[in-house]
């Protein structure tokens, strides 16, 4: 049992063990895996099984009255029963006899809680011995694979502005350009370059100039669909993966994007309000291309055929060749 859950090193590997593991000894009725985010503090039910439970996977559960919550709390394992209150949340949508609810930890650090409820196997020491090293397991799996995920994350994300880096652009770029050819949809890339970002370094230091990266990024992703990927090329350049998008609707993303960043005052904490525009260029599958190496090629020609006319503007691979 050990190897199998901490062997894992992924998230979901780990996940699926747990549950083969947890069905196999205890043939719960109902069980459920709870990893604590200490960014919204709260818990995520990342795996939950049994009648009624459905709704509740894949959710988030603050910290508030509730059996499950309080043994996160105070770390400490115990059996629940209905007249003991919330099991989850008040007004849950489960049925549940009696339940075992063991604390998460790792080292000093809280984890999550692990829920076998209702379990077709009697609870007798030597099965809540058993219980209890596979939450030790779970816990160490859970952990390590977190972490695991974090450094993968770190590589292809950019220090500066958290966007995804060029590394990571080709490997998505690859990914999205093959199931565009297999769906028949249309893929649309957005180059862009912040106008005169030079000056902008040169007047108020590399400081500033990195906070107009990072302020740059943020409204990207507010102006992007979760579908999309944003990426920062280098410099003071990003490029936009869009799945699924037409040059027409393209156009409108980039338009969202050039008006948000001219709106938006910059280096406001540094006491300073600067103002910043930003030249764009879009190129489409299938439309002005059907190879992957060359949509990024394209729409960068088509920003920089911006940069050379007025800047601040948007340019499509067939406006730059017809020259309009």
């Not at 000894?25 to 439970?53: H, K, N």
């Not at 509730?66 to 949508?93: I, Y």
């Not at 397991?137 to 950019?158: F, H």
């Not at 008006?259 to 764009?280: D, M, N, P, W, Y």
Request: some cysteine; glycine content about 6%.
């Amino acid at each position: 049992m050990a190897v199998a859950i901490t062997g894992k090193l992924s998230p979901p590997a780990v996940h699926q063990a747990v549950r083969q593991a947890v069905e196999a000894r205890f043939a719960p009725g109902l069980w459920a895996l709870l990893v604590w985010d200490d960014q919204r503090d709260a818990l995520r039910f990342e795996m939950i099984t049994g009648t009624g439970s459905e709704q509740l996977q894949g959710t988030w559960l603050a910290l508030g009255s509730s059996a499950v919550c309080d043994v996160f709390r105070a770390g400490q394992m115990r059996q629940w029963k209905p007249e003991d209150g919330p099991l989850f949340v008040e007004g849950e949508p489960v049925e549940i006899a009696n339940a075992q609810l063991l604390p998460l930890w790792h080292g000093d650090e809280p984890v999550g809680v692990l829920v076998v409820a209702d379990a077709g196997r009697e609870s007798d020491d030597e099965a809540l011995a058993e219980l209890t090293a596979l939450a030790d397991y779970t816990a160490i799996a859970v952990d390590n694979a977190r972490r695991v995920q974090r450094i993968r994350e770190l590589s292809v994300t950019d220090d500066v502005t958290s966007l995804y880096n060029a590394r990571y652009l080709q490997q998505a770029l690859e990914q999205e350009f093959s199931r565009s050819r297999r769906t028949r949809t249309p893929l649309s890339v957005i180059f862009l370059d912040l106008d005169y970002f030079k000056h902008v370094n040169d007047t108020h230091g590399h400081l500033v100039g990195s906070e107009v990266l990072r302020e740059t990024a943020n409204i990207l992703r507010q102006s992007l669909r979760v579908t999309d990927i944003a990426t920062r090329y280098g410099g003071d350049e990003f490029v936009l993966i869009l799945p699924e998008t037409s040059q027409q609707d393209a156009v409108r993303v980039a338009e969202r994007c050039r008006q948000a960043i001219k709106a938006h005052s910059f280096g406001l904490r540094h006491g300073l309000e600067c103002k910043v525009t930003a030249s764009f260029g879009i190129a489409t599958m299938p439309d002005d291309t059907s190879e992957r190496d060359d949509i990024i090629r394209l729409a960068d020609q088509a920003m920089y055929w911006v940069k050379e006319h007025n800047r601040d503007n948007i340019a499509t691979v067939s406006r730059m060749r017809e020259g309009a």
